[in-house]
């Protein structure tokens, strides 16, 4: 099995080579919790745009308020680098129709690695279109997702459309730990279910 860990310490580390330029980072944002320590980690090293596309969150509201909250994590998190956001309205049909057939499997299944595709295929098309170095996904800070099959649809969307991907593992040395820290530092409202309708069902 692949350590993405040490895969991210080795490309940061290439980065650092190069200080004069930092490299433009799309990173796909699932909720401002997990977003928290990935944007404290990698700030010294991207230029980064936060990219909130979620189209698996139930409801609309819920929806609402986890942008509302990234929006205000960027603003108060600005001392560490200017965070561009980049938003997309809330589309759940996107979501349903790549999860038909797949209401009743467990969470951590198919229907969540077709929701982790669906995420972060969105995330490199922008990536290409705006000519971003790298393209990237907070999700792997959760340890209720898996960061292997995270890892290995960024690998194939890389290929496709021929933009980096920054291979990680966020969750690992205490960055989950971190989220959980700074999440108390900036008060963030922090959601008991994954973002579906499924996973709130089964919460």
Partial sequence: MINYQ??????????????GRRPSLLLHCCCAPCSSYVFEYLAPYFNITSFFYNPNIFSAAEYNLRLSELRRLIGEMSSLQK???????YDSDAFFKISCGLESAAE???????????RLLQTAEVAR???FDYFS????IS???NAEKINEIGRELSSEFGVKYLFS???KNDGYKRS???????????????????????N
């Fill in 169 to 171: 593992d966020f969750k």
């Fill in 108 to 118: 951590g299944s198919l229907r969540c690695f077709k929701c982790y595709r669906l």
């Fill in 6 to 19: 040490k895969v991210l310490k080795n490309t940061l580390s290439q980065i650092e080579i190069y200080p």
């Fill in 137 to 140: 996904t907070t999700l792997t």
């Fill in 180 to 202: 959980i820290e700074l999440s108390r530092k900036y008060n963030l409202y922090r959601q008991n279910y994954c973002g579906c309708e499924f996973s709130k069902k089964d």
């Fill in 143 to 145: 340890p209720y997702k």
């Fill in 83 to 89: 965070i561009n956001l980049i938003e997309r309205n």
């Fill in 129 to 131: 279109e705006l000519n």
